[in-house]
């Protein structure tokens, strides 16, 4: 299937690739499209991990990131190495770091910069992938069911879980019926963040690898601690701490008592989705909208996507809680998309 918005820029500009990047506070992540004939940089992309390649009728769609701390020095010098095999005329650029980094991609590149707006760039990017059959939802805790296109409904909850959140309602395709109607200052920087000031890790694939080993119960108050093991016959919500890590106040004057750093991490995890998907939850309410779509980096590692949707089934265990494959790379994918403002 070939969605034609993707490639109007290509075709109505004289440049051989087109290169849409989103900068956020932890990764910047890039998307490139070029022609399949014009396959001179395939060699390039080879020594860079974590790619995604899509192809869209006669077009390579490319997908790569870099850590925001190292954009400076090897996201533009990647750049710098596309630049000298094609000539790259412009970028389109979203996210907070599209501003911070705007006169230094166009010192070293000679570029046109031109930014987007961060949440349309998002929308704009899930509704031209969908077409690619790239959304899917959970099913017994970790399995992931692939869902049709069709399976986008109007209206719906979008909840992009980067540094921080935002929480969106998306009323149709058009870019009129997006709106930010919340958020929350707890998203991915937030575990990072505190993990590296706990135990000292901030790299986020470590934390969820240490989190996936850990347990809740030896951090976080739970109801059985209180009212005994019998409660959660009686308790409909079971599985949510009364008080994370509300058991280590009781130990703070304990100097012998010490936490392993897995059992904190998926406190940590834990708490952040509870607190996420809560928000998200009663946005849905409020609207008596059904469906929630999460998008974002921190969707990228499996457990805290289970985490997620097994939080916001908690909820209410009536909404359908979908997600992304090609979760960070919406916003850059969709500073490419040629859309109108109906």
Known sequence: MENKNLLLKYKKSS????????????????????????????????SYSYIHKIETGDYILHLLFFPTSDFENEGIIFLKKINEIYEIKQIQA?????????????????????KHDELISLVNGYIFINDYGFIYKIQNFNERIEVPSSDLEYPHITVNIGSGVSILKVSSPSTKDIQRVGG????????????KLLFGNDDYNEIINLAQKGNY???????????????KKNSSQPEIPISSFGKVYNYVSDKKKSYEKEDIAVSLLNMICLHITQIASLAAKKYNINNIYFYGNFTRASFAISLLNKATLTWNKNLKVRFNILDGFLGSIGTLVEKKNN
């Open 15 to 46: 440049n051989k690739i087109l290169v849409g990047i989103d900068i956020g506070g932890t990764l910047a992540k890039i998307a490139i499209v070029n022609h399949k004939n014009e396959n001179k940089i395939e060699k390039l992309f080879e």
């Open 94 to 114: 979203t996210g907070g770091g599209a501003h911070k980094y705007e006169q230094i991609i166009k010192k070293f590149l000679k570029v046109e910069f031109i």
């Open 184 to 195: 929350t200052i707890m998203g991915g920087g937030t575990l990072i963040g505190l993990s």
């Open 217 to 231: 119960h030896n951090i976080d108050l739970c109801n059985e601690d209180l009212y005994g093991k019998i409660s």
